[in-house]
């Protein structure tokens, strides 16, 4: 999409993202391009560009950044963070920037068939739980090599974890994405960010870049 | 959290000044269900070291980076974490080691976080206070690989089954190495796991995309997982095979299902074969330490380990 095109403009993204003043240095970016330099899904995929959505942040492309779908392409392995010059913590922008999307209907498709663990993790404490088939292997495994079927997470920890969620809201913000998704008012993402270098076709599976 | 005010790389005997007799282990979700030998593997080792481990029930999940990083809002994480690490510090005034680097990077930044933001040490405090927690941030986390690379002296005096022969390479993870400050090596050119190898009598093997991440985060199972997780593995065991890779390790149960579990669905799409197992360092140390090899739990693995064990002559049949 060129950028001519994007008419939605604010000034005040930047606050509007990290919203919990994590990346508070976001504007001390120098452009020099070493977090895409150093970034694995950039090796695969040019239309993500750590560096470019930096940018656009800064400078309030609303509708280009939010609805791409290249935010959720970040595999969050901080690569970009621990070459960066000035800091910049770019995997905790990115998490912001998700949850900016989210709230403004965006990506549901990719959040969502996580909240299955996530609501199991309440009932277990623990995070990954499969399926009851899942569950007896798991069982089988611990059997096997002589520790307790089932890792001890005490009834205390289980309802102290699940409280925590109930508490400060993170449930009612699973159930809320949930029900967005249900009645089908989520907004598609399209690829934003196209052009850029070649890539090794062997590896290459995406469609129309 | 801008200004970087302490060292990024230090050497062990400045991260740990003294070393501990006593630790609290702080047990990861995916270790203990997906590959139950690691949290074996590692219990084994540490007390073969000489170190005594604590471990609490009322200890929950880290939370995760997958809750967190794909949409589900920070709060009830920070209070997780201050939850875990307070409970630590109340009842046991232990540092808190982890074998996980999800569990040790999360624990660690959001601990950071909630060290450097008042407000939020607040929030957690308000929060957790209701079941008698108070957080100071008295407890460090720890990997347990420092301590490995610590104690390097006594891993090398307690190996019975040398690994001769056997060529290791190392992943070594993101969220080790991705770190703000205090972690062991550099992250673009890390030896220390290969110098474990080495006590271990096994040779290592540096391989072009070592540094390369596993792809699991929030990517594997969910977002994109063809055209960006796959691809991403196929090059890195592209160039683990070309080097001759006998086996990989990892120090994170995350990073072992990416690399172990995905390896078939590749194979169905045409990378590969590779057939390189993947097994976490606790498991390798242990097993030339001597463990039992049932009690090690191989036999989770999607890729088999037995090509491995028979080529060291510990196969079924050999002894």
Redesign the interface.
């Given at each position: 999409m060129p950028r001519e095109n994007m008419t939605q403009w604010d000034d005040k993204l930047y606050q509007k993202v990290d919203r919990?003043?994590?990346?508070?240095?976001l504007d001390?970016c120098l452009q020099c391009g070493k977090c895409t330099g150093n970034c694995?899904?950039a090796?695969?995929?040019p239309s993500y560009n750590p560096r470019q959505i930096v940018h656009d942040i800064l400078l309030g492309e609303v509708d280009r950044v939010l609805q791409s779908e290249e935010i959720?392409?970040?595999?969050?392995?901080?690569?970009c963070?621990?070459?960066c010059p000035?800091?910049?913590?770019y995997?905790l922008l990115?998490?912001q920037l998700?949850?900016l999307a989210?709230e403004n209907g965006y990506?549901l498709k990719?959040?969502t068939?996580?909240n299955k663990?996530?609501y199991r993790?309440l009932e277990c404490?623990?995070?990954?739980?499969?399926g009851q088939k899942g569950i007896d292997k798991?069982k089988g495994?611990?059997e096997?090599?002589?520790?307790d079927p089932w890792?001890?997470?005490?009834k205390?920890?289980?309802h102290?974890?699940g409280e925590?969620?109930k508490?400060?809201?993170?449930y009612d913000?699973?159930k809320a994405?949930d029900e967005v998704q249900a009645k089908g008012e989520e907004k598609p993402v399209t690829l934003t960010f196209l052009g850029g270098r070649l890539v090794d076709e062997?590896?290459?599976?995406?469609e129309g870049s | 959290?801008?200004?970087?005010t302490q060292k990024r790389v230090v050497k062990p005997q400045e991260r740990i000044p003294e070393i501990p007799e006593k630790i609290f282990l702080f047990?990861s979700?995916?270790g203990?269900?997906?590959y139950?030998?690691t949290?074996?593997c590692v219990e084994y080792v540490l007390k073969k070291l000489g170190i005594e481990v604590i471990?609490d029930?009322?200890?929950?999940?880290c939370?995760?980076?997958?809750?967190?990083?794909?949409?589900?809002?920070?709060?009830?994480s920070l209070?997780?974490t201050a939850?875990n690490l307070a409970l630590v510090e109340q009842r046991y005034g232990l540092d808190t080691y982890v074998f996980c680097n999800g569990c040790f990077?999360y624990n660690k930044e959001l601990k950071h976080?909630i060290d450097h933001?008042p407000e939020y040490k607040k929030m957690c405090n308000d929060?957790?206070a209701q079941?008698g927690y108070h957080y100071e941030g008295k407890s460090t986390v720890y990997h347990v690989q420092e301590l490995y690379y610590l104690l390097l002296d006594r891993i090398k005096e307690n190996v019975v089954r040398p690994l001769t022969g056997l060529r290791v390479a190392a992943h070594y993870g993101?969220?080790y190495?991705?770190q703000?400050y205090g972690i062991l090596d550099e992250?673009d050119l890390p030896t220390f796991h290969e110098e474990i190898y080495t006590a271990l009598g096994a040779t290592p093997v540096f391989y072009k995309e070592r540094?390369?991440?596993c792809?699991?985060?929030?990517?594997r199972?969910?977002?994109?997982p063809?055209?960006?997780?796959q691809?991403?593995l196929?090059?890195k065991f592209d160039s683990a095979k070309e080097e001759g890779v006998d086996i990989m390790t990892t120090t994170c149960p995350g990073c072992n299902v990416a690399l172990d579990r995905e390896q078939p669905k590749l194979a169905k799409r045409g990378f590969g074969p590779y057939d390189i197992p993947v097994v976490d360092l606790g498991q390798l140390i242990a097993l030339a330490f001597g463990a039992p090899i049932?009690?090690?739990?191989f036999?989770?693995n999607s890729t088999s380990v037995d090509p491995i064990l028979k080529k060291l002559g510990l196969g079924k049949g050999d002894k």
């Amino acid at each position: 999409m060129p950028r001519e095109n994007m008419t939605q403009w604010d000034d005040k993204l930047y606050q509007k993202v990290d919203r919990y003043n994590l990346v508070p240095n976001l504007d001390e970016c120098l452009q020099c391009g070493k977090c895409t330099g150093n970034c694995p899904v950039a090796a695969l995929h040019p239309s993500y560009n750590p560096r470019q959505i930096v940018h656009d942040i800064l400078l309030g492309e609303v509708d280009r950044v939010l609805q791409s779908e290249e935010i959720w392409r970040c595999l969050w392995c901080a690569n970009c963070y621990r070459v960066c010059p000035v800091d910049i913590h770019y995997p905790l922008l990115m998490m912001q920037l998700r949850y900016l999307a989210l709230e403004n209907g965006y990506g549901l498709k990719y959040v969502t068939p996580i909240n299955k663990y996530a609501y199991r993790s309440l009932e277990c404490g623990l995070t990954f739980v499969p399926g009851q088939k899942g569950i007896d292997k798991i069982k089988g495994l611990r059997e096997g090599i002589g520790v307790d079927p089932w890792p001890k997470v005490s009834k205390k920890a289980i309802h102290e974890y699940g409280e925590i969620f109930k508490q400060t809201g993170a449930y009612d913000w699973m159930k809320a994405l949930d029900e967005v998704q249900a009645k089908g008012e989520e907004k598609p993402v399209t690829l934003t960010f196209l052009g850029g270098r070649l890539v090794d076709e062997r590896y290459d599976t995406e469609e129309g870049s | 959290m801008s200004a970087m005010t302490q060292k990024r790389v230090v050497k062990p005997q400045e991260r740990i000044p003294e070393i501990p007799e006593k630790i609290f282990l702080f047990r990861s979700c995916t270790g203990s269900m997906e590959y139950p030998g690691t949290e074996n593997c590692v219990e084994y080792v540490l007390k073969k070291l000489g170190i005594e481990v604590i471990k609490d029930p009322d200890q929950s999940c880290c939370s995760g980076y997958i809750l967190t990083c794909s949409g589900h809002i920070a709060e009830p994480s920070l209070a997780v974490t201050a939850r875990n690490l307070a409970l630590v510090e109340q009842r046991y005034g232990l540092d808190t080691y982890v074998f996980c680097n999800g569990c040790f990077g999360y624990n660690k930044e959001l601990k950071h976080i909630i060290d450097h933001h008042p407000e939020y040490k607040k929030m957690c405090n308000d929060l957790i206070a209701q079941w008698g927690y108070h957080y100071e941030g008295k407890s460090t986390v720890y990997h347990v690989q420092e301590l490995y690379y610590l104690l390097l002296d006594r891993i090398k005096e307690n190996v019975v089954r040398p690994l001769t022969g056997l060529r290791v390479a190392a992943h070594y993870g993101c969220h080790y190495l991705a770190q703000q400050y205090g972690i062991l090596d550099e992250g673009d050119l890390p030896t220390f796991h290969e110098e474990i190898y080495t006590a271990l009598g096994a040779t290592p093997v540096f391989y072009k995309e070592r540094r390369m991440c596993c792809g699991y985060a929030v990517g594997r199972g969910f977002t994109h997982p063809e055209n960006v997780v796959q691809p991403h593995l196929a090059k890195k065991f592209d160039s683990a095979k070309e080097e001759g890779v006998d086996i990989m390790t990892t120090t994170c149960p995350g990073c072992n299902v990416a690399l172990d579990r995905e390896q078939p669905k590749l194979a169905k799409r045409g990378f590969g074969p590779y057939d390189i197992p993947v097994v976490d360092l606790g498991q390798l140390i242990a097993l030339a330490f001597g463990a039992p090899i049932e009690s090690i739990g191989f036999n989770a693995n999607s890729t088999s380990v037995d090509p491995i064990l028979k080529k060291l002559g510990l196969g079924k049949g050999d002894k």
